[in-house]
C-alpha cells in the first residue's frame, strides 16, 4: 500500500518498532495521517499482529512526534485492521534489512 508522503510521514519515520528495529512507516503500519482545521490530527495505522503488546509505546512515540507541530494541538491514532497487514505493506528497504527477499 502506497501512502502520500507528506512532512508528517517523515516525522513519523522517527518512531521505530523496538523488536524488528525497522520504522512504522516503513514496515508498512502507516495508512494514511491527516490534519483537520480544529488542528486535531487523525494517524490510521495497522499493527503487525492484533493484540500487539508494544501498541501503547508505539501510540505514545506517534502522539510525541506529531504534537511538535505548530498546526497539531491533539493527536488520535485510528486503529484498523482491514485491510490487515501482510509482509508486502514493508517498503523495499524494510523488506532488505530483515532479509527478505
Not at 47 to 63: A, E, H, N, R, V
Not at 68 to 75: L, R
Request: glycine fraction near 4%; aromatic fraction near 8%; proline fraction near 3%.
Amino acid at each position: 500500500m502506497e501512502i502520500k508522503r507528506n512532512k508528517y510521514i517523515d516525522a513519523l519515520e522517527s518512531v521505530i518498532d523496538p523488536e524488528l528495529y525497522i520504522d512504522i512507516v516503513n514496515l508498512g503500519l502507516i495508512y494514511r495521517v491527516e490534519v483537520d482545521d480544529n488542528k486535531q490530527c487523525v494517524v490510521t495505522m495497522t499493527l503487525t499482529i492484533m493484540g500487539c503488546p508494544l501498541s501503547d509505546y508505539l501510540f505514545d512515540q506517534i502522539k510525541e512526534q506529531l504534537i511538535g507541530f505548530e498546526e497539531i494541538d491533539d493527536v488520535k491514532v485510528n486503529l484498523i485492521f482491514e485491510p490487515a497487514w501482510t509482509i508486502d505493506n514493508m517498503s523495499r528497504e524494510a523488506r532488505l534489512q530483515l532479509g527478505i527477499h
